[in-house]
C-alpha cells in the first residue's frame, strides 16, 4: 500500500512546486480547480486492473516509472521543416513542444473572422480568453471520475485554445500538433499534460487536425486532454492523429459536448506509443444532435492501445454512428470499449456501433467490448464486433482475379483502414492520413 | 482461325470435407463455343466450377483437367486468370474499404503484368472502363462504391460481368450468373456475354433455368447429375428439359 501512494505522492509533490513556480501567475478560478483536481488524482490513484474500465490495461509501467513535469524547453527546438511532415498544408497551425506553445513554429493566433486559434496559456491572459476559458474548462471534461484527467486539470498551464465565432467558417483545418522532444531532463523521463480547448460556436463550421508526434525515440509520457464543445447548428470535425515514439506511453481523452442540431465528427488514427489508452467521451445534449465516432488504430510489435468510449445520448432526436477498425500485427494487443448511454427521455435516438479487428499474426491479440445501457423505450441501437484473421473467401475471390495472395492480403488489410479513411471530409487531411496508413501497412 | 480444345476434362473426381461431389466429369470445350451445363440442385455444377478456378477448400482426388494442353490443376487460382480463366461467382465476394475501381485495376494490372504488357494508370483505366460500364448499363458511381458491398444481389452479378467485360478472358465460366435476375438484367447480362463471343474464346454457363438460353444460343448442352455428365446434346436438349424436368434423366441413367 506505502507503494501505491508514494506513486502519487510524487505528482502532488511536482504539484507543490509547480503551484509555487510556474503556475503561480494564473487566476484564482483556475488555481482552484487545480487544487481540487490534484486531491481528487491523490485520491483515485493510478488505476489497476482490478478496475472493470482498466481490465484489459495495466498502467503499471506509467505509475511505476518516476516521470518529471516537462518544463518548457530553452534550446533545441526543432526547425520549422521538421514540422511540415506533421501537417497537411499551409494553413494556420498551433505548435506545442513538450506541452508548451512554441511561437516561432505557430501561426498567429487571430485568424479571419475573428477566429482565435492559439495558446491557452496566453488565453488566460486576457480577460476575454479567460472568461471563455473559465465558461468551458474542466466542466465537460468528467477529470472528477478519472485519475489521468485529474492529473492533467491540476497541471493544467497550456495546450491549444480555438474559438470560432459564431456563424463563422474556418476555411482551412486547423493544425494543433504536440510534439515531444523525447528527451529525459536530469531526474529522468519527462511528462507533459497538454490541455486543449475547442469551442465552435452557433452555426460555425470548423475542422482541427490534432497531431500527437515525437522527435525522437525516447521515453516519456504524454498525458492529454481536449475538450469540444459544438453549439446549436454548428458543425465541426475533429481529427486526432497518434504519432507518438514507439516507447512513449500516451493517454489521452477527449471530451465533447453537442448542442442542438449540431454535428460533430471524430476521426481517430492511433499508430504510435508502446501504451496508449484514449477515451472519448460524447454527450449529445441538444435534440437532432449527430455524432460520427469514426476511429482506426494499426498497431505492431509489442504496442498495446486501448479505446474506450463513451456516447451519452442525454437528449431525443440524436443519433450517433460509431466505427472503430483495428489492424493487429506481431505480438500487438488492442482493446476497443463501446459504451451507449441513453438516457431517459432520450426518444428517437438512433445509435449503430460497429468494431472490427483483424488479427495478422496469430500472437497478436484484440478484445473487444460492446456496453449498452438503455432507459428510454423508442430507440434504435445496434452493434456488432468482429475479431479475425483474413477471411479466406475474399483472398481466393482477389486470387480468382489475378492478385498474388500478398497482394490480395495486403489489399484486403488495406481496406479495412481504408473504409475509416473514407468517413473522413476534407481530402488534403484524409490523402495525408492514407499515406500514412499505407506507410504502416507497406506498401498496400 | 480453326477450332481447338481450350478445355479439356477428363475423369475430374473432386472432393469437400471428404465428401466426394465430382464423381468422373469429361468434358470438352473448344474455342468459339459456348456450352450450357444444366442439372437439378447439388449435383455439382458449382464445385465443378469452382475446381476449375481452383478454390482451395475442394481436393481433386482423380482424373486431369488440361486448359490449352497445359495441366489447370497444377496452376495456382491467380495464375489461371492471369492465364485467361474467368469465373463468375454465384455468389460475388463483397470487400469493405475497397472501391471497384482500384480492384478492377488491380485485376487488369495483375493480368496485364503477367501477359508482359504495361501497367495501366487510374487515368488510363479510367477511360478503357467507360466503354465497359455502357454496355452493362452502369454510370461510373459504381467504380468508387466498395467492391459488392451494399449491392443488390443483382448489382453483384452485374458486377461479375463487368469484370468478365473488362478481364476479357478466353475461358469464361458463369456460375448461375442468371439466378435471381430480372428479365432486363438477365437481358443485359445475356447481350454483354454474347457480344464478347469470339472465335478464339469459349464460355461455360452453369444454369439451372432454361431462361438464359433463349438469350445466348449454346452450341453444347450437358446435364450433369450426380456428379458426372449423364447427357449431352444440342441446344434442344435444353428445351427438353424444360420441359420434362429431370427426373427423367435419372431413371434413363439407372436403366442404362
Known amino acids: 500500500m506505502t507503494e501505491v501512494a508514494d506513486r502519487t505522492a510524487r505528482y502532488v509533490a511536482a504539484f507543490e512546486a509547480f503551484a509555487r513556480n510556474g503556475a503561480s501567475g494564473a487566476p484564482e478560478w483556475l488555481r482552484e480547480l487545480r487544487r481540487g483536481a490534484i486531491a481528487r488524482f491523490a485520491e483515485l490513484g493510478f488505476p489497476t486492473t482490478k478496475q472493470e474500465e482498466w481490465r484489459f490495461t495495466s498502467v503499471a509501467p506509467i505509475a511505476e516509472a518516476e516521470f518529471t513535469l516537462a518544463h518548457a524547453p530553452r534550446s533545441q527546438l526543432p526547425a520549422p521543416s521538421d514540422i511540415e511532415r506533421l501537417c497537411v498544408g499551409a494553413g494556420p497551425r498551433v505548435v506545442f513542444v513538450d506541452g508548451r506553445h512554441a511561437p516561432s513554429l505557430s501561426t498567429p493566433a487571430d485568424l479571419a473572422a475573428g477566429v482565435r486559434a492559439g495558446s491557452l496559456a496566453s488565453a488566460l491572459r486576457t480577460d476575454a480568453g479567460s472568461g471563455l476559458a473559465r465558461a468551458h474548462l474542466a466542466r465537460h471534461a468528467r477529470w472528477r471520475d478519472s485519475a489521468f484527467a485529474a492529473l492533467n486539470t491540476a497541471f493544467l498551464a497550456d495546450g491549444a485554445f480555438v474559438h470560432v465565432p459564431a456563424n463563422t467558417t474556418l476555411a482551412s483545418p486547423l493544425e494543433v500538433v504536440f510534439l515531444s522532444t523525447g528527451r529525459a531532463g536530469s531526474d529522468g523521463p519527462i511528462v507533459s499534460h497538454p490541455r486543449s480547448l475547442i469551442v465552435v460556436e452557433r452555426g460555425a463550421r470548423a475542422a482541427v487536425v490534432e497531431t500527437y508526434a515525437a522527435l525522437s525515440d525516447g521515453v516519456y509520457w504524454s498525458n492529454a486532454v481536449t475538450e469540444v464543445v459544438v453549439g446549436e447548428g454548428a458543425s465541426a470535425e475533429l481529427y486526432r492523429v497518434q504519432q507518438e515514439g514507439p516507447d512513449s506511453f500516451q493517454v489521452g481523452t477527449t471530451h465533447s459536448r453537442q448542442e442542438r442540431d449540431s454535428y460533430l465528427a471524430l476521426h481517430v488514427l492511433t499508430l504510435g506509443a508502446a501504451l496508449a489508452r484514449h477515451d472519448i467521451n460524447a454527450v449529445l445534449d441538444g435534440p437532432g444532435a449527430e455524432l460520427i465516432l469514426n476511429g482506426l488504430y494499426l498497431l505492431g510489435g509489442a504496442q498495446h492501445a486501448d479505446h474506450h468510449t463513451v456516447i451519452d445520448h442525454a437528449q431525443p432526436h440524436c443519433a450517433s454512428h460509431e466505427f472503430f477498425n483495428g489492424v493487429l500485427a506481431e505480438r500487438a494487443h488492442g482493446v476497443f470499449n463501446g459504451r451507449i448511454i441513453v438516457r431517459p427521455g432520450a426518444q428517437r435516438t438512433d445509435s449503430k456501433q460497429t468494431n472490427n479487428n483483424l488479427l495478422l499474426s496469430t500472437e497478436a491479440r484484440a478484445d473487444s467490448q460492446p456496453q449498452l445501457e438503455i432507459y428510454a423505450d423508442d430507440v434504435k441501437c445496434t452493434h456488432g464486433s468482429t475479431v479475425g484473421p483474413i477471411d479466406q473467401t475474399q483472398l481466393y475471390y482477389l486470387r480468382s482475379r489475378g492478385l498474388s495472395p500478398e497482394a490480395a492480403r495486403s489489399i484486403l488489410t488495406y481496406g479495412f483502414g481504408a473504409e475509416i479513411l473514407d468517413r473522413m471530409r476534407h481530402p488534403g487531411v484524409r490523402d495525408r492520413l492514407d499515406r500514412l496508413v499505407r506507410a504502416r501497412l507497406g506498401g498496400a | ?256
Open chain 2, 1 to 256: 482461325m480453326s477450332q481447338h480444345p481450350l478445355l479439356q476434362v477428363k475423369n475430374l473426381h473432386a472432393s469437400i470435407e471428404g465428401r466426394e461431389i465430382l464423381t468422373g466429369v469429361d468434358l470438352t470445350v473448344n474455342t468459339g463455343e459456348v456450352h450450357a451445363i444444366m442439372g437439378p440442385n447439388g449435383s455439382g455444377k458449382s464445385t465443378l466450377a469452382q475446381v476449375l478456378a481452383g478454390h482451395p477448400a475442394y481436393a481433386v482426388t482423380a482424373g486431369q483437367v488440361l486448359y490449352e494442353g497445359n495441366d489447370l490443376l497444377a496452376m495456382a487460382p491467380e495464375v489461371r486468370a492471369r492465364e485467361g480463366v474467368f469465373l463468375a461467382f454465384q455468389y460475388p465476394v463483397a470487400i469493405r474499404g475497397i472501391t471497384n475501381a482500384y480492384f478492377l485495376r488491380s485485376a487488369v494490372n495483375a493480368i496485364r503484368k503477367h501477359r508482359g504488357a504495361e501497367e495501366l494508370g487510374p487515368v488510363e483505366f479510367m477511360d478503357a472502363l467507360e466503354e465497359k460500364l455502357k454496355v452493362i448499363g452502369w454510370d461510373s458511381s459504381y467504380l468508387t462504391r466498395p467492391v459488392n458491398e451494399g449491392f443488390s444481389g443483382g448489382e453483384k452479378k452485374r458486377n461479375e460481368i463487368l469484370q468478365l467485360a473488362v478481364l476479357d478472358p478466353k475461358l469464361a465460366i458463369l456460375d448461375e450468373t442468371d439466378s435471381g435476375l430480372d428479365i432486363d438484367a438477365l437481358k443485359t447480362v445475356a447481350k454483354t456475354v454474347d457480344k464478347l463471343r469470339r472465335p478464339d474464346n469459349a464460355t461455360v454457363l452453369v444454369t439451372h433455368y432454361y431462361r438464359i438460353l433463349t438469350h445466348i444460343e449454346p452450341d453444347v448442352v450437358h446435364v450433369l447429375a450426380g456428379g458426372k455428365i449423364v447427357k449431352s446434346g444440342g441446344k434442344e436438349l435444353a428445351l427438353e428439359l424444360e420441359e420434362k424436368g429431370y427426373d427423367w434423366l435419372r431413371e434413363e441413367a439407372v436403366v442404362t
